[in-house]
């Protein structure tokens, strides 16, 4: 069973499929709230710890996607679009602008689930202790900082960078590999997403997202390695999560 504490915000504008969604995930533990439109879910969000937002484009006057760029701009809470609109633009479009992750309708409930599960799971992995790194590390590359436990990326002038579930385990990935090509397939794992229907399309916008963010005068540090992946290209120290070697 979930943690009560996990709160979902169901953004949705037909009343059944709130209903739905909602008995599926109280059923499992979860504590829901819930909204029909943008004003609403934005209420909701800013009165509520939210863990994860399940987020219809098609709210009738107002329009899902906006939504889901408003909230991304202040907020990296988790977001899972549920949609009708099931078409490969569709998906790759929702993954742009920062959602974790696509389902279409009509949808499995036992694969919603899953999904809530997984991006509940990829978002714990990113602030606590993983299996082969200690507590409080840090990384340090090219005068960056990146917090493993605080789920914090700060500039070299000590600016803060706000990074989504997913650009931040992306990062993870690429720090503690180094300088070494990464596959799509490898980062697809990397991410923990065992959705077969994941575009590898989907892989390159997390990474141009992520590349803005990394956005240095001198070269990027994220480079395309044509026809295998990607590559890291700066050295990364291992460092307390204080930025003390």
Known sequence: MADERHQILIVEDDSAVRRLLRTMLEDEGYAVIEAHGE??????????DVSLITLDLGLGRDNGLALAQRIRARSVVPIIIVSGKGSDVDRIVGLEIGA????????NVREVLARVR???????????TGDD???RQAFQFDGWICDLAAHRLTRPDGIDV???????????????RP???LSRHQLMDFLGDDDADTLERAIDTI???LRRKL???????????????????????SVEADGAP
Do not use: N, W
């Open 39 to 48: 004003r609403d879910a934005l209420a909701r969000l800013a009165s509520h």
């Open 100 to 107: 974790d992750d696509y389902i279409s309708k009509p949808f």
């Open 118 to 128: 997984a991006v509940m799971r990829r978002t714990a992995s990113a602030v606590r």
């Open 133 to 135: 790194f200690v507590a």
């Open 162 to 176: 706000k990074l989504t579930t997913r650009e931040f385990a992306m990062l993870t990935a690429f720090l503690r």
């Open 179 to 181: 300088q070494r090509v």
């Open 207 to 209: 990474v141009g997202r």
């Open 215 to 237: 956005k240095t005068a001198d070269a990027s540090l994220i480079e395309t390695v044509r026809g295998s992946g990607y590559m890291f290209t700066v050295k990364v120290k």
